[in-house]
């Protein structure tokens, strides 16, 4: 074991030993606390959790990495969750956080006045959570296993465990700040490398400036190899694909329910629409950088490695070899390596670019550290709202409503564990890349809960048979295509299993339509509490007036 695994190990253990120290700290007492971390975030912090939770190991491993195979076509990623955001923060976020719930199923079931929407929310919530933290759980595997030259599998139990320790003691409460020491870890390990990157090719040490000139020259190459040209539209993907997956990952952002409950979490509409506004800024950051990390990679491997013999390649080809994630094929056996011999998987090219570039061993270990914490803070999120949709939308609510507190934090605990153990199972041999799990995840939130989110706040005419129809409809439709398209070929207009959501999201809407049409109006106190909500805290709709309180005069 060489230098760089202690570095790696050490600043690993290290930022694990930060999140369960502050999740133990945060312990969650009461059942407030361990939902909705007692509504007391402030919102710089919540926004910053928003980002930790919001930075997946699709973001941080998966993301520069598919816009360095996809080159323009995996801008749709960026441009969708970034616009999936804007649609949040202002038609929902705020809305939802005046009704003043705990979950996405509680407001369902208390909107439409209906247990069966309740439980179908909660369902569908935990449908979409178990398919995110598979992709979460496979990130985890590809850190460790790097680390410790195991397969990924290997490095997926290891991350279980952790995951299940910190987010079990935690709760929202503690997870809260885990997320924000979390995303201070990522983002700081994911700006550095790119940072001497840009300095070592350009002399400048701001890449947002200088990755312009390097996508120039990867034109250049790219004629001369007679390649497509990097950055030349639709050229990995139709246009009707690219305008589905954009569709699905802005819906589905607006509609994910462990990023929605994170605006319960403050105390008043406002701050709501402040830690949307601050979580854009610190999404911002990443997201700025992950094409300039997709160019520099993909110049150094075309540079530096294509074109050398087989038997003269960096040490660090053989690791990720190992890990399974890089493939290097002789086809013509001339025993030279050329970049059409050279198989990529898009989840290694973040983690092995420090490498690639030489950046030196305590940046290659921070590197590993940020992934880590970007795999956890997604999946500590995810982890509350599988709990809180059993524990408090289906057990509490339905079960046993006279549950003491410490029975409901017990049930919520468990329920953690168990959905951890069960999706490290299936993430030990992950069906697909992570940032196509992840775009599943989002178009089934896309097709089951934003018609449907989107019309209950908006529309007082919706119904809970309309809702009903609206989710199973579009949840149906939304998973028969995925697995259509991924395991039987399926396609309509060029669409793949990624973008299923643009099929979800009509359906849901339409039938949510017609059938709250064609059925009874909901009762005056339901359709005033919804013509409540378009109007800040400091005001009261009620009996076709708007009362202004007298603390607000």
């Known amino acids: 074991m060489d230098a760089q695994f202690w570095v790696s190990l050490a600043l690993i253990l290290a930022s694990f030993a930060l999140y369960i120290g502050i999740a133990v700290y945060n312990r969650s007492r009461q059942t407030s606390d361990f939902y909705v971390a007692n509504r ?11 980002a930790g939770d919001w930075m997946s190991a699709a973001s941080f491993i998966g993301m520069a990495g598919t816009v360095m195979i996809l080159g323009y076509d995996g801008l749709a990623y960026i441009m969708g969750w970034t616009g999936g955001y804007l649609l949040l923060t202002f038609l929902l976020a705020p809305q939802l956080r005046k009704y003043g719930r705990y979950t996405v199923p509680e407001f369902i079931g208390d909107r439409f006045d209906s247990h069966t929407a309740r439980i179908i929310a909660a369902v569908g919530t935990m449908i979409i959570s ?25 490095g997926t139990i290891i991350g279980v465990i952790v995951i299940t320790i910190y987010a079990t003691f935690g709760g929202m409460k503690g997870i809260t700040w885990t997320q924000v020491a979390q995303y201070i870890v990522l ?19 701001l890449p947002w400036m200088t990755y312009g000139e390097i996508v120039s020259k990867l034109g250049e190459l790219d004629r001369e190899l007679g390649l497509s040209e990097y950055f030349a539209p639709f050229k990995e993907t139709n246009k009707m694909q690219f305008v589905a997956l954009l569709f699905c990952l802005m819906a589905g952002t607006a509609a994910l329910p462990h990023v929605i409950v994170r605006f319960y979490t403050v105390s008043t509409m406002k701050a709501a629409r402040w830690s949307g506004a601050w979580a854009l800024v610190f999404i911002g950051l990443l997201y700025l950088s992950a094409p300039a990390y997709a160019a520099f990679s993909r110049f150094i491997l075309m540079t530096q490695v294509a074109g050398r013999p087989i038997d003269d390649l960096p040490a660090w080809t053989q690791s990720w070899i190992d890990t399974g994630l890089l493939q290097l094929i002789d086809t013509n056996g001339d025993g030279i390596l050329y970049w059409e011999e050279i198989v990529i998987s898009n989840d290694m090219v973040v983690m092995a670019t420090p490498e690639i570039a030489n950046l030196g061993v305590f940046v290659i270990g921070l590197v590993a550290a940020g992934a880590m914490a970007a795999a956890l803070s997604t999946a500590g999120g995810l982890l509350i709202a599988i709990s809180s949709s059993f524990a408090h939308d289906i057990y509490y609510r339905l079960i046993n409503p006279q549950a003491s507190d410490k029975k409901r934090l017990f049930v919520a605990r468990l329920s953690i564990a168990i959905a951890t153990i069960v999706a490290g199972l299936v993430a030990l041999d992950p069906p ?13 939130a896309a097709g089951t809960f934003f018609p449907v989110l989107l019309l209950g ?54 039938v949510t339509y017609f059938v709250s049409k064609m059925t009874a109006e909901p009762s005056k106190k339901i359709q005033e509490e919804v013509m409540d909500l378009r109007y800040p805290e400091q005001m009261t709709y009620k009996d076709g007036e708007v009362w202004i309180h007298d603390s607000a005069k």
């Not at 983002?187 to 040490?205: C, E, H, K």
């Open 187 to 205: 983002i700081v390990a994911y700006l550095i490398p790119i940072i001497f990157i840009s300095l070592q090719m350009t002399g400048n040490p």
């Open 130 to 154: 178990f398919v995110y933290i598979i992709g979460q759980l496979s990130g985890a595997g590809v850190v460790i296993g790097r680390l410790f030259e195991i397969n990924t599998a290997i």
């Open 40 to 50: 007391g975030v402030p919102p710089v912090w919540n926004g910053m959790a928003i």
């Open 432 to 444: 697909g890349v992570i940032t196509q799990i992840v775009a599943w995840a989002f178009s089934l």
């Open 457 to 510: 706040v908006w529309w007082k005419r919706a119904n809970a048979k309309g809702a009903i129809a609206g989710m199973l409809s579009g949840l149906i439709i939304t998973l028969s295509y995925i697995i259509a398209a991924r395991y039987f070929g399926f396609s309509l207009f060029g669409v793949i299993d990624t973008g299923a959501g643009i099929f979800g999201v009509p359906v849901n809407l339409l």
